[in-house]
């Protein structure tokens, strides 16, 4: 939403370094569309919104194939990236150093190379080729020395089911050699990846990704039609066994395609924060080649409650995507399927009730191309109406208009406790993606909702709910949706973004 690449032709897995106030995004690249990832690049950031492409980094050697890049870490004071090349099939691991994190020099391969050790991993699987992809990076806890993470499948275990976090440690966080892997084996499919590991509060989380969600592994799945996500795992130990809390819902999962994918902790001054990126409707990320239409995401909070819970928050420093504030023209609204006597305008609130279902549509275009955001208090205060004895479900929330008149995308926060997304062709609403979302009888929600081209971010009293790719293009219209209720509106601003 907020950068994709200018020099490089596009981007795949993110991580951040922190580095005298700047914020250095490395990511994945290729040069060319018809090209596998063959380098790594650097973008770099005063605020975390606003990056300066600076190109690439790392280009991945003549005889390999293809490319990953894991992440930077200082050692001495010199900083140390690691990438993995893939040659006949099997991956290995290499590192390059840097004074400036702009600058880079691959080093020796012969000294430094890390390959997977076949007491612990395999080389490939029925559903997988071998990976030894992408070390996540930490100072060890229980002597000096490092401890890494990185994409592995384990050599034992039950056939389908030998996704696992491979291990590697070193002595001067140069050298690296495997260890065994930390969570075991029959848990997760063997196409599982691993994205970054922090120490919260004395206990140690891991980012996982699931780009789909095999047979055996489908308890995982948030939604019926899940694409899978990212997961948090957690263990006791730098060396795990790193376990999923049954309490713990999945991150940054969606459904029926892929709006995000591959998060990784980021450790900022202070905070701890979350990086991603958000993809264009491409159907299969796994066998897309190239990803393009690839953004990299606003940054994210990581909150972790007092029974060790992971969840994801708005986080502060994005009020530099605030720009100018947007008129409204609310007393100009347009309605769709409300009569006049189903909605007021009241000292700045807008009150709206129907027993099926209504739009009310602010009247201005925004502008799309660069970002638009929208605040709002919603309060769904009175379902309405009742089918059998389960009751009809209400909802209250927001709408992006496409090229259509009264058509588009639909955020509805629904009395069943749930939050669902998808399109709205004026008649029929085709919920794609839901979320968990606990409904208050007239509780008010403060929403922010943002937008910018096909990609869309919403947040629930500071809460990340939804990153979403629309099906559509946005026509430049705003509004806000009533189901089977009544409701109001206030506090409404909307503001261009700064990019």
Same mark, same amino acid.
């Given at each position: 939403?907020?950068?994709?690449?200018?020099?490089?032709?596009?981007?795949?897995?993110?991580?951040?370094?922190?580095?005298?106030? @700047?914020h250095?995004l490395?990511?994945?690249?290729?040069?060319?569309?018809?090209?596998?990832?063959?380098?790594?690049?650097?973008?770099?950031?005063?605020?975390?919104?606003?990056?300066?492409?600076?190109?690439?980094?790392?280009? @991945?050697?003549?005889?390999?194939?293809?490319?990953?890049?894991?992440?930077?870490?200082?050692?001495?004071? #010199?900083?140390?990236?690691?990438?993995?090349?893939?040659?006949?099939?099997?991956?290995?691991?290499?590192?390059?150093?840097?004074?400036?994190?702009?600058?880079?020099?691959?080093?020796?391969?012969?000294?430094?190379?890390?390959?997977?050790?076949?007491?612990?991993?395999?080389?490939?699987?029925?559903?997988?080729?071998?990976?030894?992809?992408?070390?996540?990076?930490?100072?060890?806890?229980?002597?000096?020395?490092?401890?890494?993470?990185?994409?592995?499948?384990?050599?034992?275990?039950?056939?389908g089911?030998?996704?696992?976090?491979?291990?590697?440690?070193?002595?001067?966080?140069?050298?690296?050699?495997?260890?065994?892997?930390?969570?075991?084996?029959?848990?997760?499919?063997?196409?599982?990846?691993?994205?970054?590991?922090?120490?919260?509060?004395?206990?140690?989380?891991?980012?996982?990704?699931?780009?789909?969600?095999?047979?055996?592994?489908?308890?995982?799945?948030?939604?019926?039609s899940?694409?899978g996500?990212?997961?948090?795992?957690?263990?006791?130990?730098?060396?795990?066994p790193?376990?999923?809390?049954? #309490?713990?819902?999945p991150?940054?999962?969606?459904?029926?395609?892929?709006?995000?994918?591959?998060?990784?902790?980021?450790?900022?001054?202070?905070?701890?924060?979350?990086?991603?990126?958000?993809?264009?409707?491409?159907?299969?990320i796994?066998?897309?080649?190239?990803?393009?239409?690839?953004?990299?995401?606003?940054?994210?909070?990581?909150?972790?409650?007092?029974?060790?819970?992971?969840?994801?928050?708005?986080?502060?420093?994005?009020?530099?995507?605030?720009?100018?504030?947007?008129?409204?023209?609310?007393?100009?609204?347009?309605?769709?399927?409300?009569?006049?006597?189903?909605?007021?305008?009241?000292?700045?609130?807008?009150?709206?009730?129907?027993?099926?279902?209504?739009?009310?549509?602010?009247?201005?275009?925004?502008?799309?191309?660069?970002?638009?955001?929208?605040?709002a208090?919603?309060?769904?205060?009175?379902?309405?109406?009742?089918?059998?004895?389960?009751?009809?479900?209400?909802?209250?929330?927001?709408?992006?208009?496409?090229?259509?008149?009264?058509?588009?995308?639909?955020?509805?926060?629904?009395?069943?406790?749930?939050?669902?997304v998808?399109?709205?062709?004026?008649?029929?609403?085709?919920?794609?993606?839901?979320?968990?979302?606990?409904?208050?009888?007239?509780?008010t929600? @403060?929403?922010?909702?943002?937008?910018?081209?096909?990609?869309?971010?919403l947040y629930?009293?500071?809460?990340?709910?939804?990153?979403?790719?629309?099906?559509?293009?946005?026509?430049?219209?705003?509004?806000?949706?009533?189901e089977?209720?009544?409701?109001?509106?206030?506090?409404?601003?909307?503001?261009?973004?700064?990019?």
């Amino acid at each position: 939403m907020i950068f994709t690449p200018t020099i490089s032709a596009a981007m795949w897995d993110t991580s951040l370094y922190h580095h005298e106030g @700047k914020h250095y995004l490395f990511y994945l690249s290729n040069s060319r569309a018809d090209k596998p990832w063959d380098s790594a690049c650097v973008a770099v950031s005063e605020d975390g919104i606003h990056f300066v492409d600076h190109g690439p980094i790392i280009q @991945k050697a003549n005889d390999a194939v293809w490319m990953g890049f894991g992440m930077v870490w200082k050692v001495g004071p #010199r900083f140390i990236a690691n990438f993995s090349e893939e040659r006949n099939g099997i991956q290995a691991l290499f590192f390059a150093e840097s004074d400036d994190l702009l600058n880079w020099r691959r080093l020796p391969d012969e000294e430094y190379i890390c390959r997977s050790d076949p007491r612990w991993y395999s080389d490939a699987t029925l559903f997988s080729g071998h990976r030894w992809d992408g070390i996540w990076v930490l100072e060890r806890d229980d002597q000096p020395g490092y401890i890494g993470y990185l994409t592995a499948i384990a050599r034992e275990g039950p056939t389908g089911l030998c996704g696992t976090a491979g291990c590697v440690v070193s002595d001067d966080g140069m050298h690296f050699r495997a260890a065994p892997p930390v969570i075991e084996s029959g848990f997760w499919g063997d196409r599982v990846e691993v994205g970054s590991v922090e120490k919260i509060d004395n206990r140690y989380f891991m980012l996982l990704g699931q780009a789909e969600i095999p047979l055996g592994v489908r308890q995982t799945a948030h939604h019926p039609s899940a694409s899978g996500g990212m997961y948090a795992v957690v263990a006791d130990r730098q060396t795990g066994p790193f376990r999923l809390d049954p #309490r713990q819902r999945p991150l940054l999962v969606s459904s029926p395609n892929h709006y995000t994918y591959f998060s990784r902790f980021y450790r900022c001054g202070d905070e701890l924060l979350l990086n991603h990126h958000s993809i264009a409707r491409v159907g299969d990320i796994a066998n897309s080649t190239p990803k393009l239409g690839t953004y990299f995401a606003p940054l994210k909070a990581v909150h972790c409650d007092s029974e060790g819970l992971l969840s994801i928050h708005w986080w502060p420093g994005n009020r530099a995507l605030f720009r100018s504030e947007q008129p409204l023209m609310l007393e100009s609204h347009t309605r769709f399927g409300l009569q006049p006597d189903q909605e007021q305008i009241q000292d700045g609130k807008l009150h709206i009730s129907s027993l099926a279902g209504g739009l009310a549509v602010l009247p201005v275009h925004y502008d799309f191309s660069h970002g638009t955001i929208l605040e709002a208090d919603l309060t769904l205060e009175a379902p309405l109406g009742t089918t059998g004895t389960t009751g009809t479900i209400s909802g209250m929330g927001l709408f992006v208009e496409g090229s259509r008149s009264y058509n588009g995308t639909l955020l509805i926060a629904q009395s069943n406790g749930q939050f669902a997304v998808g399109t709205y062709n004026g008649y029929a609403f085709k919920a794609e993606d839901s979320k968990a979302l606990p409904f208050v009888p007239s509780g008010t929600m @403060k929403w922010r909702l943002l937008v910018r081209d096909v990609f869309v971010e919403l947040y629930i009293n500071d809460v990340f709910v939804q990153c979403y790719t629309l099906a559509h293009k946005p026509g430049g219209r705003l509004g806000f949706v009533i189901e089977a209720g009544t409701g109001g509106v206030e506090n409404i601003r909307v503001w261009q973004m700064s990019l």
